[in-house]
Each structure stands twice: as structure tokens, then as C-alpha cells.
């Protein structure tokens, strides 16, 4: 087990292996919508985190699947951080995770048995403390390892806290720093040391499990957990859903200290500029911006951060959650107001 190296089997791990923002949007306008009932409170309209189903007056199901190929090459730690992502999004409604159920493709030719019991124990130690079982799932033999989950939560509908509600005004936070995808190129490239690993561990298998206590805010208006579209893409979606334009202020967005290293060295992932070439023209950055800079804010976040917009009258209760509920590093990073759905760094 200890020769077998998981990333060697794929091409992008993590949410770095998503379908860049542009050709995704391009696969689902061609889609036929099918069938939309009035029951369904969040659909895929606004490219949302989670699909959200309103059971009856005091509550929604919030409905989500999320899954990808190796971004460490612990077994282990893999199941951990494919598992913590995937309940994120249940978090980022505003809900509380009730079950989930096991998405697993293994190359049963080249992998043991004891590595893929490794990547299932991961995920199901993620379950366990959330405080939720793994119900069933589905198995097939694929030629690079995937694992994820179907996640279900429950929210009350006057809860749900969806993308594209932020208001003019409203201020931003970030619940997590970024780096994650920049530390996940550094380990395929054989330069990231214990601590790096252990930091990167950390903020991936870190539970956004402060959700519903933002959602239970009122003038918590909008949330969005950052994954692999980067920050800057994320951003975008909730501009786009709430018509309005961001600007936020670089130096205060939390940045993981190593992950900051290793960009100005020139590291990152192939997801970065893949990013920056479908959502670039939307993003307005300040002369003498450097590459480094850029390639954090479109840097693919697995299992990132929530993302707050909020009236700035409650914006020291939202730190004051985030800050008591573990996430040191959270802070308020910029504000939104009226004008075209663009992002603005200063």
C-alpha cells in the first residue's frame, strides 16, 4: 500500500478536475430543462450548489452529488476531503446534512483492496462526524479511482440561502483561505514537505458545518461554498444570480502562507488558467496585478470555504460564528453593489 500512489492515476485531482466554467455552461444550455415543479425551490437556474425540494412548510430537502479522482495520494486522507467536499454543499443551503450515499469507480486491476477500503473508511469517518450514515451507493470498475458522495440535508424553506441573493451593499466574507489547488500541484510535483501536507489536510477536511448557523441570520442574504471555479468564479455566480457587481480588496483575502509561496514561485494548477480563460473578461484587476495574484483567485478550492454576503450590520456576528466554530483565518474581503455582474479587485 505504501508504493501505491493514488494521483499517479489521474489527470486533475480534486476539484481541479472539474469541466471548465465556459464548456460546462456551454454542455447545460444544451440540455432540454424537462419537467420543473413549483415545489422546487432551487434548481439550475443559478448554477447553485445544491438542488433544494420543498417537502412542506417547515422543510426542504436539499439534494447534492459531488465526486472526483485523487488529489493526495493517501487513500485515507483522499476518502476524508472527496467526503468533507461533497457535504459541503448542503452546508452552503443553509441545511443540515441527514444521510449520504457512496459514489466509488476504482481500477480494480490496479488497486488492492486494502487502498480502496482505505478511500471508503476516509469517507465514512467525514460521515461520522458530521453525524450522519452512509446509507448505500453505487460501484464500478473505471480506469482512474473517483470518490464522492450524494449528500441529503434538511433546511426549513425561509432558510434556504441560496447564490443569487446578495444585496447591493451587502458585504463578503470568506470563511476559508485559499491555496488548497496550488498545494495539491506542489505534491504532485514532489516539492511539498509534512507541514505543507498537514496544512492542506487541515482546510480540506475542515466540516463548513457553520452553515446553518448563517442561515439562521436573517441578513445572511446569499452563500456559496468556493470550489473548483475559484474564488473569482464563485464570486461571479452570485453577481450574476443577484445582478449586481463585487469588489473586493486583495490584500485582505485569506491566503494559505505556504500555498502563497509556492504561487510566486511559479506554482499551480493546469485548472487556474483554464479558469481565467472562460471568466477573465468579467474580472477587472488593477495594473501591476501579478500572475501570482491571479492564479490564487482562480486557484480550483477543493472543499473551500463558504463565501457570506450580508448586511454590514451583522457582519461581526457571521466572523464571530465562523471564528468560534474553528475558522480562524475568515474575514471580510470586499462588498456589492448596484452595476453590471463583474468582479473588481483593488
Not at 468579467?282 to 495574484?293: H, I, R
Request: charged share 15%; hydrophobic share 45%; net charge negative.
Amino acid at each position: 500500500m505504501q508504493e501505491i500512489r493514488l494521483t499517479q492515476f489521474s489527470h486533475g485531482g480534486g476539484c481541479g478536475c472539474k469541466i471548465a466554467p465556459g464548456v460546462l455552461a456551454d454542455i447545460l444550455s444544451r440540455a432540454p430543462q424537462g419537467i420543473i415543479p413549483p415545489e422546487l425551490m432551487v434548481g439550475i437556474e443559478t448554477s447553485d450548489d445544491a438542488a433544494v425540494y420543498r417537502l412542506n412548510d417547515s422543510q426542504a430537502l436539499i439534494a447534492t452529488t459531488d465526486f472526483f479522482t485523487p488529489i493526495v495520494d493517501d487513500p485515507y486522507d483522499f476518502g476524508r476531503i472527496a467526503a468533507t467536499n461533497a457535504i459541503s454543499d448542503v452546508y452552503a443551503m443553509g441545511g443540515t446534512p441527514i444521510m449520504a450515499l457512496a459514489i466509488v469507480g476504482m481500477p480494480l486491476d490496479k488497486l488492492p483492496l486494502e487502498v480502496i477500503g482505505k478511500v471508503l473508511e476516509g469517507g465514512a469517518s467525514v460521515c461520522r462526524e458530521a453525524g450522519i450514515p452512509i446509507a448505500g451507493g453505487h460501484s464500478i470498475d473505471v480506469l482512474e479511482p473517483i470518490y464522492g458522495l450524494v449528500a441529503l440535508g434538511l433546511v426549513h424553506p425561509d432558510r434556504v440561502r441560496r447564490n443569487a441573493d446578495a444585496g447591493a451593499g451587502d458585504v463578503l466574507i470568506l470563511g476559508k483561505p485559499l491555496g488548497v489547488g496550488v498545494l495539491s500541484a506542489a505534491l504532485k510535483k514532489g516539492i511539498l514537505d509534512a507541514a505543507g501536507y498537514a496544512e492542506m489536510i487541515r482546510h480540506t477536511t475542515q466540516l463548513n458545518r457553520v452553515g446553518p448557523a448563517l442561515a439562521a441570520l436573517p441578513d445572511v442574504h446569499a452563500l456559496t461554498d468556493v470550489t473548483g471555479f475559484g474564488l473569482a468564479g464563485h464570486l461571479l455566480e452570485i453577481c450574476r444570480g443577484s445582478l449586481l457587481t463585487a469588489r473586493v480588496d486583495f490584500a485582505k483575502v485569506p491566503r494559505i502562507a505556504i500555498a502563497e509561496a509556492f504561487a510566486r514561485d511559479g506554482i499551480r494548477t493546469g485548472a487556474s488558467p483554464r479558469n481565467w480563460t472562460a471568466y477573465g473578461a468579467s474580472v477587472n484587476l488593477p495594473t501591476g496585478f501579478a500572475d501570482w495574484q491571479q492564479n490564487l483567485l482562480t486557484d480550483p478550492q477543493t472543499s473551500g470555504g463558504l463565501l457570506v454576503s450580508c448586511a454590514p450590520s451583522v457582519a461581526d456576528e457571521v466572523l464571530r460564528l465562523f471564528h468560534d466554530n474553528g475558522f480562524g483565518a475568515a474575514g471580510v474581503i470586499g462588498e456589492f453593489a448596484e452595476g453590471a455582474p463583474v468582479v473588481t479587485l483593488v
